[in-house]
């Protein structure tokens, strides 16, 4: 079922979309998608099923030694092996993207979960082994929202790739492919992706905790996380700039809406209109679990700057968003940001370029 919420209650300017989506758990996915220009209609409504059961396959997997020297990447890795690799993965990106928009930060999302923890290795596609009591990282309490279309997508561009390039292509880099494409899709830069990852074979839910920011982390905590990833405080602000579109359920900022950090009082720095929105879908107690809400309220399905602009509008979703415009370190950035859609198209790119390069080993 749909949840219907008029503009109205949000706010009375016809361009700023309010979303929100209760996703039952359907047997098929489907998307229906609404106009995000101004019109007669006073609802904005979306449905999407949400699934998730994905078993996705790790071919040719390589055992990691964590002493041996850095693996160097180049943009022409498979140019002789399989040089229709980015046609193929290109042709299922596409299709999936008009089929299911979700697919695109679903996809993203995947790739970042898989970077921050243990390095870009798919670790996060291996499932856990029946009967195991070790629980592989796609089943971590943390990874628990991550969306089926994001897995949906590597497996069927994995299955393709391999019909075509049998045990050549890793499913690392088919990521790293994947989440450049839906940037792109949805409006965002197109950038070439360099490759040559190898796959892991281990994956541990216990080591997701620690290497997965929190939604309600102060930009320190940010910080010290993407620090330990090499990564900097500019990085930081510039990939937090994924959050342009896609959704986060309303346990990751109920906190914001009814106690914020132990005060028993909303967060002082979210607009009332959005503030009355969340709440009216997203009780104290009770709520139903599947319901998100944008991180983008404008354009929910657009890769632009336009995040920048909302939290500079106190119109962010996430605590750890909000907090990047009140730190004095990050608002300048932000600023920046907000102002120049093409300098950030620039940032990002070389950004998702460096976090694709996070724990990138040579085999043995």
Known sequence: MAIYIPHETLTTEPSLVHVFLHCPKLPAYTTIMPSLSSSSSSTCTFLLSFLFALTASNCAAREISSTSSPRQLSVDYYAKTCPQLEQLVGSVTSQQFKEAPVSGPATIRLFFHDCFVQGCDASILISTTPGSKVLAEKDAEDNQDLRVEGFQTISKAKALVESKCPGVVSSADILAIAARDYVHLAGGPYYQVKKGRWDGNISMASRVPYNIPRANFTVDQQLKLFNSKGLTLEDLVVLSGAHTFGFAHCKQFVSRLYNYRGSMQPDPDMDPRLLKALRMSCPQFGGNS?????????????????????????????????????????????????????????AFAAAMEKMGSIGVERGT
């Not at 399905?301 to 730190?327: C, I, P, R, T, V």
């Open 290 to 346: 599947d319901t998100v809400a944008p991180f983008d309220v404008t354009t929910p399905f657009l890769f632009d700057h336009a995040y920048y602009g909302n939290l500079e509008a106190k119109l962010g979703l996430l605590a750890s968003d909000q907090a990047l415009f009140l730190d004095p370190r990050t608002k300048p950035l932000v600023l920046q940001l907000g102002a120049d859609k093409h300098k950030f198209f620039q």
